[in-house]
């Protein structure tokens, strides 16, 4: 199972809204609504930001959202605050019954 | 609280194998998967596999077939992966995760157990 493309880096101004693409193929993201997107900041672990596709768990500032359209699920952060620089990996699961990364993007706060 | 508590970090030779535990608590060990995730340095999450805690089944990426065993033991609520004939590109953070909610996602993580392989 190839790896979902992500960019491998995005940046934006505090205040600003930026959206993360996943591309995938209809074995995975297109077939199936469990997508996922982690946080993950230097030297800690990943942190669970939306799951199934558009769900927000408990603790996690709406400014966080989720969408999906044909194989390319998004997250979008609105109202761009200095502590979300970090990288961002979505995750997906697939026709093989496994899950499958994408290879990160580095979001940069400018 | 829902804790997942990896073992130590360890050194091994290429050719060894090493085994990593995950001690969960806080929640019912059984009512969820528990899936194994390896991080290289500078690099990307790799989704290793998962365990069934209550049957033991298990789920292999096609990479790790035949090279990883994931087993747990119920008594004492962890779950171990082991990896065997290592090479040095197997050196990496392992991180053992929960299933949130039988939907594929990963709610709680262990803190990462840093896997050295060198000569």
């Known amino acids: 199972q190839s790896a979902l493309t992500q960019p491998a880096s995005v940046s934006g101004s505090p205040g600003q809204s930026i959206t993360i693409s996943c591309t995938g193929t209809s074995g995975d993201v297109g077939d199936y609504n469990y997508v996922s997107w982690y946080q993950q900041h230097p030297g800690k672990a990943p942190k669970v930001m939306i799951y199934?596709?558009?769900n927000r768990p408990s603790g996690v500032s709406n400014r966080f959202s989720g969408s999906k359209s044909g194989n390319t699920a998004s997250l979008t952060i609105s109202g761009l605050q200095a502590e979300d620089e970090a990288d961002y990996y979505c995750?997906?699961?697939?026709?093989?019954?496994?899950?499958?990364f994408g290879g990160g993007t580095k979001l940069t706060v400018l | 609280q829902v804790q997942l508590v990896q073992s130590g970090a360890e050194v091994e030779k290429p050719g060894a194998s090493v085994k990593v535990s995950c001690k969960t608590s806080?929640?019912?060990?059984?009512?969820?998967?528990i899936y194994w995730v390896r991080q290289a340095p500078g690099q990307g999450l790799e989704w290793m596999g998962r365990?069934?805690?209550?049957?033991?089944?298990?789920n292999y990426a096609q990479k790790f077939y035949g090279w990883v065993t994931m087993t747990r033991d119920m008594s004492i609520s962890t779950a171990y992966m082991e990896l065997r004939r290592l090479r040095s590109d197997d050196t990496a953070v392992y991180y053992c995760a929960r299933e949130g909610g039988g939907s594929y996602y990963f709610d709680y993580w262990g803190q990462g157990t840093l896997v050295t392989v060198s000569s």
């Open positions: 995750s997906s699961y697939t026709s093989d019954n496994t899950l499958v």
């Open positions: 199934e596709v558009s």
């Open positions: 806080g929640y019912t060990f059984t009512d969820s998967y």
């Open positions: 365990i069934n805690p209550n049957s033991g089944g298990t």
